[in-house]
């Protein structure tokens, strides 16, 4: 009895060895896995990377600006991995709304519609729109925008401003002045070409649009249009996010991070 036992033993220890047994196994397959082990869950967020200084491609291809870094050192804080996705501006909602994304940022102002769609953090960061328009040309203050074509990107704030301020005939039909681009460098391609004769939308990636076509005898009018609130926006009702969201922004405020990413990108003038 005794030698079957010790020959079930050893017969148990052979096949243990043979099979690197079971404990080794799962030792093994977490070493192999290790960088799996530490990989972090993915954070998605929505832009559009045609909007510098906040989203745009590099030399080498990567999306960077004031928007990309931010969101990278919030998803830093939750412990998490930063995806990017680049879509048109006017399909960064749905994306959000739809579950595609965790959340949006775009250089995204705050406004009553949109509040209505999805919900937005604390503020990181103010805008303003303003006019492009070339110099010598029809329009050298808003008060001449009535009646000349202004070409705004689809979607945005400059667009629901200009078209509500000029876009509209006394029966809120679209009279035709307000001309929507996919982004607003298409925009001030048409400004150049003479299509339109004003462009509105935000301030800095106005002035990094106007630096991009110098020599074209572009400028920026003095007074600004409206001023504005940009936040990043979650799908309405996702608290849990969104409260993650707030103490991250809190926290990069309070200890400088995002003011530092701002000077860095818009350098103090
Ligand atoms: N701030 C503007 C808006 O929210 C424009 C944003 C953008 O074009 N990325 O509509």
Redesign the pocket.
């Known amino acids: 009895m005794k030698k079957i036992l010790a020959l079930l033993l050893a017969l148990l220890m052979v096949t243990c060895l043979l099979t690197a047994c079971g404990g080794d196994d799962t030792a093994t397959d977490t070493n192999t896995e290790g960088g799996d082990a530490n990989q972090k869950p993915v954070l998605k967020m929505a ?2 990377a045609y ?1 510098q200084p ?2 745009y491609y590099d030399a080498n291809n990567n999306i960077i600006g004031i928007d990309a870094e931010i969101a990278a050192a919030i998803a830093d804080k939750l412990g998490m991995t930063l995806q990017i996705e680049d879509m048109q ?1 006017n399909s960064i909602l749905n994306a959000v709304k739809s579950d595609a994304v965790d959340f949006g940022m ?4 705050i ?1 009553e519609d949109r509040k209505l769609e999805v919900d937005f953090t604390n503020t990181y960061a103010t ?1 303003k ?1 303003v006019i492009i328009v070339v110099e010598g040309g029809t329009v050298a203050s808003p008060d001449d925008l009535a009646g000349k074509k202004i070409g705004v ?1 689809l ?6 401003y200009a078209t509500g301020d000029y876009g509209l005939n006394e029966d809120e039909t679209p009279n035709g002045n307000v001309i929507q681009y996919n ?2 460098n298409e925009a001030v391609l048409a400004l150049i070409g003479g299509a339109v004769q004003a462009v509105i ?2 301030n800095e ?1 106005a002035k990094a649009l106007v630096a991009a076509n110098a020599g074209k005898g572009l400028k920026i009018l003095e007074t600004e249009y409206v001023y ?1 609130e ?1 936040a990043i926006c979650v799908k309405k009702g996702n608290t849990e996010l969104l409260q993650k969201l707030n103490t991250a922004i809190d926290e990069l405020t309070k200890d400088g991070t995002i003011e530092g990413i701002i000077n860095k990108y818009i350098p103090a003038n």
């Not at 775009?106 to 102002?109: D, E, H």
């Open positions: 832009t559009n909007f906040y989203e501006f775009a250089g995204l102002t406004t805008g729109q990107q979607g945005t704030t400059g667009d629901a982004n607003g939308i935000d990636p504005e940009y």
